[in-house]
């Protein structure tokens, strides 16, 4: 968008709220820039905070509240902004099929519902009163495991819906949910199931969500429902996965789309057929065989999902690319019900191009791998990527849902009800690291210092905005914005501090992060428009998502694996950007050209060379202002008169503003003595120049933290010789199960049996283990096969037979039913 552009959008966008508010007859202010399709309009900015909402010139846009809920539809939504008479008709049409009433209640409050939707991200919509399109919207619509609580059903003691039928098993079925959340004295409770039919990975390969049948009718919605399952009187025990679903008992039976809450999709254990009840283990076992059958005629995925980082701290540090596995989360007290052992998984943040398929990566307490070579908690890989994946509405891409019935099913049938988790493994055995590469990560910190990819340092204190990252051939753009310091006395410090970054990947959404006047508070702006977490820390928007937990973090994760974080501190901003090895020889811009070389780092936009430490400050100044942007080039949004009058009339970089060049130092300075004992290590010149240059302990504290925290990140982020994992031998056993370099492994064969090849092999700084592969044969055996050629065969035979799981640690298992089960493998 070109700036005048921008500047004018800015200019209807306060007329239009102001017309908003009184009067409904509005968007004429569209006229002219918004004819055009949805997806190519760019007049969002006109419908100030409301999303994007474009439309032709006789509709507008509306807010809704709330802005988001879950993916399977039910949630009642406000139109606001809007008057409507009691005899209008409203209609939501979200895409061709799906379309939901709405209703007018007793105060005149338009409301829609949101319909069952098989995706998740920002959906527009459009709003039909009376028949006509009188607005447009945009609907979140969330996966489940990603919703907050307090906006699902939850199943009470899961553990117990999810076994029942299984022996020792039984008694009454507990659920509740938010009763304020159904607007009705009386709800109905029923069954709803879910299933994919048709031929894998061709066009009729579809999703099935269907109601199945009704458990009670008329319940008082107290927000609480208990009852005995009586499997002999459903006729639907073929389903096998679905939700519960709580609605009003005004609507009928299993209609779609009417305002309702659901449970997350759970194994259905409680209504299957009576031949589970009678055997379960038995039942199983069969249903484990044919999941076996089929995964050996799907295509591989495996070859298609990348390899796990080597440690925990390179996984929590690859933010990029992995994220906390809900699941099994150390910050939530590693409750890993499915993976016994492990402390922490995350999962890879894409999935895989060609088959949507997804990778899970578990560590122990002592950071190591958990490999399901070794162990019935180790990692297991996805067939549908658990978050579902762009373009979604067809399988194996559904969030959630396909994630469920190829992979968490199958380790119900396999693992759980029965005792086969060897066919499990055999499809979905953990990825070792021998692949992995860890990203190198730049920082902006304090007043503005940066430490580029390569890990040289400097500081440049422009103020303006400035190409933080450049790589046209990546698409990657991270723009960022420098203001003056103001002191506590309220004068302006002649130093600057990161004040806002703009991002985008090639046709991404534009994602800005941006300093407020609140402390340690964040505000995030997706196409100029604020977007609020207030209900969920998780968006999945255009080619990017964002994920902030607390006002003072923000994640921006792009699909090349390009990772920004951001952090409020004290009244100063961190960024940080993450790249992937593909980004060597690919960058320029303030955070450096990264290719493992410090010396090469600091290249003018005009190609020439500064060196970070020998250079003098004022030459790296005039460096720095080189990679200022341009009014064109600019991802920035400019919503106030403040910022229109300091950054988008102004030159980008500001001439007048010359900072500090050297450390404003003077003997008998008060702060000199408790700034001594705070600033020390590497960080001590930053940490000096800020506290004195401010004037603040506080910001020369934030600045060394800061820095501290980097040198952190980089130390986690170091690469790490893998050899890869190794079983034991064929009926023998092996100690050690850590594979990175230095790591040894001992082998050893049971009574009778003899050991061929090395009885301890080493993980050798070149990746390559020591000594050769380790075989046990049988006495017997081996006299056989000295003796004789033909029974070479047989050795061949025997060696192939190599298993692939280790029973040493099946005992887990018998434990970890005992805990909670929670809904995602
Ligand atoms: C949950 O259900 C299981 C199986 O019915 C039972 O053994 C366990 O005691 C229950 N847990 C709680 C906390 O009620
Ligand atoms: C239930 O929902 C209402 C309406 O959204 C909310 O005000 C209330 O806090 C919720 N209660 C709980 C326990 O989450
Ligand atoms: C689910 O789909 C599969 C594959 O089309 C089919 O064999 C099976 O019967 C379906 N299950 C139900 C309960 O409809
Ligand atoms: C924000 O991120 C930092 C790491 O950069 C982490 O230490 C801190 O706990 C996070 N804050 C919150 C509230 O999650
Ligand atoms: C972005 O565009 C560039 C150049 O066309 C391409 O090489 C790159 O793969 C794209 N990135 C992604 C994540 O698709
Ligand atoms: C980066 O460029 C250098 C010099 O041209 C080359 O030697 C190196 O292989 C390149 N690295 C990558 C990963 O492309
Ligand atoms: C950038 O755009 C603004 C607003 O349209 C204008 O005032 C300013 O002169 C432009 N700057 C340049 C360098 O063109
Ligand atoms: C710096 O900040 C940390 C964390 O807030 C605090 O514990 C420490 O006391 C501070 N140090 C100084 C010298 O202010
Ligand atoms: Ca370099």
Redesign the pocket.
């Known amino acids: 968008m070109s700036n005048d552009f921008r500047r004018i959008v800015l200019f209807f966008s306060l007329t239009l709220n102001v017309v908003l508010l009184i009067s409904t007859a509005t968007a004429q202010s569209c006229e002219g820039k918004c004819g055009e399709k949805l997806d190519t309009c760019s007049c969002q900015s006109t419908c100030g905070s409301l999303g994007t909402c474009c439309a032709d010139v006789k509709q507008f846009c509306l807010d809704i509240s709330p802005h988001s809920g879950s993916m399977l539809g039910g949630t009642d939504f406000i139109l606001l902004n809007r008057v409507f008479h009691q005899s209008d008709t409203i209609l939501c049409r979200f895409k061709a099929s799906a379309e939901t009433k709405g209703h007018v209640d007793a105060g005149g409050v338009g409301h829609c519902i949101s319909p069952l939707l098989y995706e998740t991200g920002w959906i527009p919509f459009e709003v039909l009163i009376n028949g006509v399109t009188k607005g447009w919207g945009t609907w979140l619509s969330v996966h489940h495991s990603k919703l907050a609580p307090r906006f699902k059903i939850t199943l009470v003691n899961a553990t117990q819906w999810q076994y029942y039928g299984t022996p020792n098993t039984g008694g009454t079925l507990h659920m509740t949910w938010n009763s304020s959340l159904i607007y009705t004295d009386k709800v109905n409770v029923e069954l709803w199931g879910y299933n994919e039919t048709g031929e894998q990975y061709s066009e009729s390969w579809t999703a099935e969500w269907q109601y199945l049948y009704s458990v009670r009718k008329a319940v008082p919605n107290t927000g609480a429902f208990s009852f005995v399952p009586n499997p002999a009187a459903d006729p639907y025990w073929r389903w096998e996965m679905g939700s519960m679903r709580v609605s009003p008992s005004s609507d009928t039976d299993g209609r779609r789309d009417v305002n309702a809450l659901w449970s997350g999709a759970h194994a259905l254990a409680w209504h299957l057929e009576q031949a589970f009840r009678g055997d379960s283990a038995r039942w199983a076992t069969a249903k484990c065989l044919a999941w076996d059958a089929t995964e050996e005629r799907l295509p591989d995925f495996l070859s298609e999902v990348p390899d796990c980082p080597c440690t925990l701290v390179q996984a929590r540090a690859d933010t990029g690319r992995f994220h906390t596995d809900y699941g099994c989360d150390m910050e939530k007290g590693s409750k890993c019900t499915y993976h016994p052992g492990s402390v922490h998984c995350v999962r890879a943040i894409q999935a895989s191009p060609k088959y949507g398929a997804g990778q899970q990566c578990c560590y122990d307490s002592t950071g190591a791998q958990v490999l399901t070579g070794d162990s019935t908690g180790g990692s297991t890989p996805d067939r549908g990527h658990d978050w579902g994946s762009p373009p979604y509405e067809k399988p194996p891409r559904i969030p959630g849902l396909s994630h469920w019935k190829y992979d968490v099913l199958s380790f119900y049938y396999c693992c759980l009800w029965s005792d086969n988790c060897q066919y499990y493994f055999k499809h979905r055995p953990s990825s070792d690291c021998r692949t992995y590469t860890p990203p190198q990560a730049g920082t902006v910190l304090g007043d503005p210092h940066f430490i580029t990819f390569d890990g040289s340092a400097y500081t440049f204190n422009g103020r303006g905005e400035y190409y933080l990252l450049s790589s046209p051939d990546k698409g990657l753009f991270v723009q960022g914005r420098t203001e003056a310091v103001k002191l506590e006395n309220g004068n302006l410090a002649r130093a600057t501090r990161l004040s806002s970054v703009a991002m985008r990947e090639n046709s991404s959404d534009v994602i800005e992060v941006r300093l407020t006047a609140r402390p340690n508070t964040l505000e995030v702006l997706r196409n100029q428009e604020v977007l609020s977490f207030a209900e969920q820390s998780w968006m999945d928007l255009q080619g990017v998502f964002v994920f902030s937990?607390?006002a003072?973090?923000v994640s921006v994760m792009f699909p090349s694996g390009a990772g920004v974080?951001v952090?409020a501190r004290e009244a100063t901003m961190t960024a940080t950007v993450l790249l992937p090895l593909e980004f060597t020889n690919h960058t320029q811009g303030l955070l450096g050209r990264m290719n493992d070389d410090p010396e090469d780092d600091l290249i003018s936009s005009d190609g020439q060379s500064f060196d970070a430490s020998q250079s003098r400050p004022e030459d790296l100044f005039r460096f720095g202002s080189t990679w200022a942007i341009s009014n064109e080039t600019s991802l920035f949004t400019y919503d106030s008169p403040y910022l229109q009058d300091a950054y988008l009339s102004s030159p980008k970089h500001d001439p007048g503003f010359v900072p500090a060049f050297s450390l404003p130092e003077t003997p008998g300075d008060p702060l000199l003595s408790d700034m001594l004992k705070m600033c020390f290590g590497n960080g001590v010149s930053f940490c000096k120049y800020d506290t004195l240059v401010t004037r603040s302990l506080r910001m020369g504290n934030a600045t060394m933290r800061a820095f501290q925290?980097h040198a952190a990140l980089t130390k986690d982020l170091t690469a790490v010789v893998s050899c890869g994992f190794l079983p034991a031998p064929a009926r023998g056993e092996k100690e050690g199960w850590v594979y990175l370099d230095g790591a040894e492994l001992t082998f050893s064969c049971p009574r009778g049996q003899v050991l061929f090849g090395s009885q301890q092999r080493t993980c050798q700084e070149s990746g390559q283990w020591s000594g050769t592969a380790t075989h046990c044969v049988s006495d017997n055996m081996q006299a056989i096969i000295l003796g004789s050629v033909g029974a070479m065969t047989a050795l061949v035979t025997l060696l192939a037979a190599i298993t692939f799981y280790n029973r040493r640690l099946k005992r887990e298992r018998e434990e970890k039913r005992n805990e909670t089960v929670t809904f995602t493998l």
């Open positions: 937990a607390t003072e973090n974080e952090r925290s």
